[in-house]
Protein backbone atom coordinates (compact mmCIF):
# COMPACT_ATOMS: atom_id res chain seq x y z
CA UNK A 1 0.00 0.00 0.00
CA UNK A 2 1.18 3.45 -0.73
CA UNK A 3 1.64 5.44 2.73
CA UNK A 4 0.62 9.03 2.86
CA UNK A 5 2.54 11.24 5.83
CA UNK A 6 1.52 14.54 6.82
CA UNK A 7 3.26 17.55 8.24
CA UNK A 8 3.02 19.12 10.45
CA UNK A 9 0.71 17.13 12.14
CA UNK A 10 -1.29 20.06 13.73
CA UNK A 11 -0.24 23.94 13.79
CA UNK A 12 -1.60 27.37 15.15
CA UNK A 13 -1.48 30.13 12.98
CA UNK A 14 -3.57 33.52 12.86
CA UNK A 15 -6.26 35.14 10.87
CA UNK A 16 -4.02 36.60 7.55
CA UNK A 17 -1.05 33.79 7.78
CA UNK A 18 0.16 31.81 5.12
CA UNK A 19 -0.04 28.15 5.65
CA UNK A 20 1.49 25.45 4.10
CA UNK A 21 0.60 21.68 4.60
CA UNK A 22 3.09 19.06 2.95
CA UNK A 23 2.17 15.28 1.82
CA UNK A 24 4.71 12.77 0.84
CA UNK A 25 3.94 9.34 -0.45
CA UNK A 26 5.47 6.57 0.21
CA UNK A 27 6.17 6.23 -3.60
CA UNK A 28 5.74 8.03 -6.65
CA UNK A 29 1.89 8.79 -7.49
CA UNK A 30 2.38 11.29 -10.46
CA UNK A 31 0.15 14.10 -9.74
CA UNK A 32 -3.02 11.54 -8.01
CA UNK A 33 -3.01 13.72 -5.07
CA UNK A 34 -6.23 15.31 -3.41
CA UNK A 35 -7.02 17.48 -0.65
CA UNK A 36 -10.02 17.78 1.59
CA UNK A 37 -11.00 19.64 4.60
CA UNK A 38 -12.34 18.67 7.64
CA UNK A 39 -14.71 20.47 10.23
CA UNK A 40 -17.03 19.35 12.82
CA UNK A 41 -20.18 18.39 12.37
CA UNK A 42 -19.84 18.90 8.48
CA UNK A 43 -19.35 16.78 5.52
CA UNK A 44 -15.69 16.75 4.18
CA UNK A 45 -14.77 18.85 1.37
CA UNK A 46 -13.02 18.23 -2.03
CA UNK A 47 -10.66 21.32 -2.16
CA UNK A 48 -8.19 20.02 -4.50
CA UNK A 49 -7.46 17.13 -7.02
CA UNK A 50 -4.83 15.94 -9.33
CA UNK A 51 -2.63 17.71 -7.19
CA UNK A 52 -2.91 21.59 -8.31
CA UNK A 53 -6.73 22.06 -10.15
CA UNK A 54 -9.22 23.77 -7.56
CA UNK A 55 -12.87 22.49 -7.01
CA UNK A 56 -15.71 24.25 -8.36
CA UNK A 57 -16.49 26.57 -5.30
CA UNK A 58 -13.70 26.37 -3.34
CA UNK A 59 -11.65 30.23 -2.97
CA UNK A 60 -8.81 30.93 -4.27
CA UNK A 61 -6.53 31.08 -1.48
CA UNK A 62 -6.51 27.58 -1.60
CA UNK A 63 -3.88 26.28 -3.81
CA UNK A 64 -2.05 22.53 -4.33
CA UNK A 65 1.39 21.90 -5.99
CA UNK A 66 3.80 19.09 -6.29
CA UNK A 67 4.12 16.00 -8.54
CA UNK A 68 5.43 12.24 -7.89
CA UNK A 69 6.34 12.35 -3.94
CA UNK A 70 5.88 15.53 -2.39
CA UNK A 71 2.93 17.61 -2.40
CA UNK A 72 1.99 21.07 -0.36
CA UNK A 73 -1.52 22.51 0.17
CA UNK A 74 -1.25 26.42 0.70
CA UNK A 75 -3.77 28.91 2.28
CA UNK A 76 -2.28 32.28 1.32
CA UNK A 77 -4.57 34.40 3.87
CA UNK A 78 -5.82 32.06 6.50
CA UNK A 79 -9.61 32.98 7.12
CA UNK A 80 -11.49 32.05 10.27
CA UNK A 81 -13.31 29.31 8.74
CA UNK A 82 -10.54 27.64 7.07
CA UNK A 83 -9.42 26.25 10.91
CA UNK A 84 -10.30 22.49 10.13
CA UNK A 85 -8.04 19.25 9.61
CA UNK A 86 -6.74 19.06 5.93
CA UNK A 87 -5.92 15.58 4.40
CA UNK A 88 -3.81 14.43 1.58
CA UNK A 89 -5.02 10.87 -0.50
CA UNK A 90 -3.80 9.07 -3.06
CA UNK A 91 -5.79 8.09 -6.18
CA UNK A 92 -2.73 6.32 -7.95
CA UNK A 93 -3.66 2.84 -7.18
CA UNK A 94 -5.84 1.16 -4.67
CA UNK A 95 -6.04 0.63 -1.72
CA UNK A 96 -6.54 4.24 -1.77
CA UNK A 97 -4.97 5.76 0.99
CA UNK A 98 -4.97 9.03 3.11
CA UNK A 99 -2.42 11.36 5.16
CA UNK A 100 -3.23 11.59 9.00
CA UNK A 101 -4.56 14.88 8.56
CA UNK A 102 -3.22 18.48 9.57
CA UNK A 103 -5.54 19.97 12.04
CA UNK A 104 -4.91 23.78 11.85
CA UNK A 105 -6.05 25.74 15.21
CA UNK A 106 -6.12 29.46 16.28
CA UNK A 107 -3.36 31.05 17.85
CA UNK B 1 -28.18 20.01 -4.01
CA UNK B 2 -27.08 16.83 -3.94
CA UNK B 3 -27.29 14.83 -0.47
CA UNK B 4 -25.90 11.36 1.15
CA UNK B 5 -27.18 10.76 3.95
CA UNK B 6 -26.18 7.32 5.78
CA UNK B 7 -27.95 5.39 8.30
CA UNK B 8 -28.00 2.29 10.52
CA UNK B 9 -24.90 3.18 12.73
CA UNK B 10 -25.65 1.63 16.53
CA UNK B 11 -23.80 -0.30 19.15
CA UNK B 12 -23.07 -4.07 18.05
CA UNK B 13 -20.86 -6.64 20.50
CA UNK B 14 -17.96 -8.25 18.50
CA UNK B 15 -19.02 -11.04 16.59
CA UNK B 16 -21.99 -9.71 15.31
CA UNK B 17 -23.41 -8.02 12.02
CA UNK B 18 -24.93 -4.60 11.00
CA UNK B 19 -26.13 -3.31 7.57
CA UNK B 20 -25.26 0.85 6.73
CA UNK B 21 -27.73 2.49 4.50
CA UNK B 22 -26.56 5.33 2.35
CA UNK B 23 -29.37 7.31 0.49
CA UNK B 24 -28.93 9.39 -2.28
CA UNK B 25 -30.85 12.47 -4.00
CA UNK B 26 -30.88 14.87 -6.44
CA UNK B 27 -27.92 12.46 -8.05
CA UNK B 28 -28.01 10.12 -10.86
CA UNK B 29 -27.05 7.59 -8.76
CA UNK B 30 -27.00 4.50 -11.00
CA UNK B 31 -23.91 5.98 -12.86
CA UNK B 32 -21.86 6.49 -9.65
CA UNK B 33 -19.22 4.79 -8.55
CA UNK B 34 -19.77 4.87 -4.73
CA UNK B 35 -17.19 4.20 -1.58
CA UNK B 36 -17.61 3.84 1.88
CA UNK B 37 -14.65 5.72 3.92
CA UNK B 38 -14.34 5.75 8.02
CA UNK B 39 -12.97 7.39 10.76
CA UNK B 40 -11.97 5.75 14.05
CA UNK B 41 -12.45 8.40 16.55
CA UNK B 42 -10.00 10.66 16.56
CA UNK B 43 -7.98 9.10 13.76
CA UNK B 44 -7.49 9.77 9.98
CA UNK B 45 -9.83 8.22 7.01
CA UNK B 46 -9.49 4.73 5.53
CA UNK B 47 -11.19 3.52 2.93
CA UNK B 48 -13.15 0.74 3.63
CA UNK B 49 -14.18 0.04 -0.14
CA UNK B 50 -15.77 0.52 -3.54
CA UNK B 51 -18.63 -0.18 -6.36
CA UNK B 52 -18.75 0.49 -9.56
CA UNK B 53 -22.09 1.47 -11.31
CA UNK B 54 -23.90 -1.63 -12.96
CA UNK B 55 -23.54 -0.20 -16.30
CA UNK B 56 -19.08 -0.38 -15.57
CA UNK B 57 -19.50 -4.12 -14.21
CA UNK B 58 -20.99 -3.22 -10.70
CA UNK B 59 -17.79 -5.02 -9.36
CA UNK B 60 -16.35 -4.58 -5.93
CA UNK B 61 -13.24 -4.03 -4.11
CA UNK B 62 -12.17 -3.39 -0.32
CA UNK B 63 -9.27 -2.71 1.65
CA UNK B 64 -7.27 -5.89 3.13
CA UNK B 65 -8.92 -5.23 6.81
CA UNK B 66 -12.43 -5.72 6.18
CA UNK B 67 -11.95 -7.97 2.62
CA UNK B 68 -14.25 -11.47 3.46
CA UNK B 69 -15.83 -9.04 6.06
CA UNK B 70 -17.45 -6.37 4.88
CA UNK B 71 -19.98 -6.42 1.67
CA UNK B 72 -20.78 -3.32 -0.48
CA UNK B 73 -23.99 -3.58 -2.32
CA UNK B 74 -26.31 -0.87 -4.16
CA UNK B 75 -30.24 -0.77 -5.10
CA UNK B 76 -30.07 1.44 -8.13
CA UNK B 77 -34.22 1.49 -7.93
CA UNK B 78 -34.20 3.05 -4.53
CA UNK B 79 -30.97 5.39 -4.78
CA UNK B 80 -29.10 3.80 -2.06
CA UNK B 81 -26.29 2.43 -1.53
CA UNK B 82 -24.93 -0.35 1.23
CA UNK B 83 -22.61 -1.82 3.45
CA UNK B 84 -22.90 -4.99 5.39
CA UNK B 85 -20.77 -5.86 7.96
CA UNK B 86 -20.23 -8.80 9.50
CA UNK B 87 -17.66 -10.50 12.07
CA UNK B 88 -17.43 -6.84 13.39
CA UNK B 89 -14.39 -6.22 15.84
CA UNK B 90 -13.79 -3.89 18.11
CA UNK B 91 -11.10 -1.95 15.42
CA UNK B 92 -14.17 -1.39 13.31
CA UNK B 93 -15.53 1.07 15.65
CA UNK B 94 -15.82 4.03 13.72
CA UNK B 95 -17.80 7.31 11.59
CA UNK B 96 -18.57 5.64 8.28
CA UNK B 97 -19.18 7.93 5.48
CA UNK B 98 -20.35 6.98 2.15
CA UNK B 99 -19.10 8.77 -1.13
CA UNK B 100 -19.22 9.46 -4.80
CA UNK B 101 -15.96 8.99 -6.81
CA UNK B 102 -15.49 11.54 -9.57
CA UNK B 103 -14.20 9.30 -12.23
CA UNK B 104 -13.44 12.75 -14.32
CA UNK B 105 -11.76 14.55 -11.20
CA UNK B 106 -10.21 10.97 -9.78
CA UNK B 107 -11.83 12.17 -6.42
CA UNK B 108 -14.20 11.67 -3.79
CA UNK B 109 -16.81 14.96 -4.65
CA UNK B 110 -19.42 14.69 -2.33
CA UNK B 111 -19.60 13.19 1.15
CA UNK B 112 -22.58 12.28 3.63
CA UNK B 113 -22.15 13.39 7.31
CA UNK B 114 -21.30 9.63 8.58
CA UNK B 115 -22.97 6.94 10.55
CA UNK B 116 -21.55 5.95 13.68
CA UNK B 117 -20.87 2.15 14.41
CA UNK B 118 -19.78 1.27 17.67
CA UNK B 119 -18.21 -2.76 18.53
CA UNK B 120 -17.81 -3.40 22.33
CA UNK B 121 -19.25 -5.88 24.63
Known amino acids: DIQMTQSPSSLSASVGDRVTITCRASQSISRYLNWYQQKPRKALKLLIYAASSLQIGVPSRFSGSGSGTDFTLTISSLQPEDFATYYC?????????FGQGTKVEIK | EVQLVESGGGLVKPGGSLRLSCAVSEFTFSNAWMSWVRQAPGKGLEWVGRIKSKTDGGTTDYAAPVKGRFTISRDDSKNTLYLQMTSLKTEDTAVYYC????????????WGQGTMVTVSS
Open chain 2, 99 to 110: TTKNRILDAFDI
Open chain 1, 89 to 97: QQSYTMPWT
